[in-house]
């Protein structure tokens, strides 16, 4: 089952651009990762969404229906963190949960006070005394609260310490296992490294790749330390397809591999080598090519 679907999303403020001709599908239990740089349509595409603003023109989907901001019935199966959480803080963290629990008709309150003891937060005091971790810990329970079929959740470990962030991370993957489906847009590449099956990767309003994790990073340069029992003739790796910012100092070769090392296996295996070490890309080094 698609969860998400746009086709030719688009939206502009005057004359400026948010997204332009965004077509995305996510699937049914799934944790998909959107990644951008400040100002490159992030927010705009997840306001889009939640039908919190209209497109300039387009369609998206959630959950099979329609997303207007005229109709908000698709709402109730949706748990949503924005990038600036507004709070009342004049009620106490329980009487802000509640409320949001009477509107969606009810949750099980058990699981309230779960959430609240994985995330260490005492519900009792004043939202105005929280500090931002503190009620960035309550802006992800609110979104969890009701077990949403579908979580949009924009930079949701934002303020939090490491402990915390692990703890979001135990939560997501038990959302993932329960068959839900989880969009996170966030700026920590480690984050969604750890955590996410698929990335969409937004450039300056445009959509410019949307891939597996696995398998970006398996397209991507690997760095390369080989030594060697003897010296080695540079020319011989130099002209191998997919050797890049090749290196050679005494016995020890360093490059960047890009594409499948076949080549560079088989020059190998004519020498005696004393160690290799292969080590694949970041996601942080992936995003940054894509923005070189």
Known sequence: ?????????????????????????????????????????????????????????????????????????????????????SLYGNLTGEEFLRYFAYLRGGVDWSYVKSLAQHFDLDLSKPINTYSHGNRQ???????????????????????????????????????????????ISSHILPEVEKICDRVGIIKEGHLIVVEHVQSLKAKAMRRAEVVFAEEVNREEFASLPGVNDLQVEGKTLRCL????????????????????????????EIFLAFYS
Do not use: C
């Open 1 to 85: 089952m698609v969860v998400i679907k746009t086709e030719a999303l688009t939206k502009y403020y005057g004359r400026v651009r948010g997204v332009e001709d965004l077509n995305l599908e996510v699937e049914e239990g799934e944790i998909f990762g959107y990644l951008g740089p400040n100002g490159a349509g992030k927010t705009t595409t997840i306001r889009l969404l939640i039908g919190n603003i209209n497109p300039t023109r387009g369609k998206a989907y959630l959950l099979g229906h329609r997303v207007s901001t005229h109709s908000f019935a698709w709402k109730k199966d949706i748990g949503y963190i924005p990038g600036e959480l």
């Open 137 to 183: 810990k309550l802006g992800i329970i609110q979104a969890l609260m009701h077990k949403p079929k579908l979580l949009i959740l924009d930079e949701p470990t934002l303020g939090l310490d490491p402990l915390m962030q692990q703890e979001f991370y135990k939560i997501m993957e038990e959302v993932k296992g329960e068959g839900r489906t989880v969009f």
């Open 257 to 284: 591999l890009k594409g499948e090392p076949n080549a560079f296996i088989r020059a190998l295996a004519r020498h005696n080598v004393i160690s290799l070490r292969v080590q694949d890309a970041s996601l942080e």
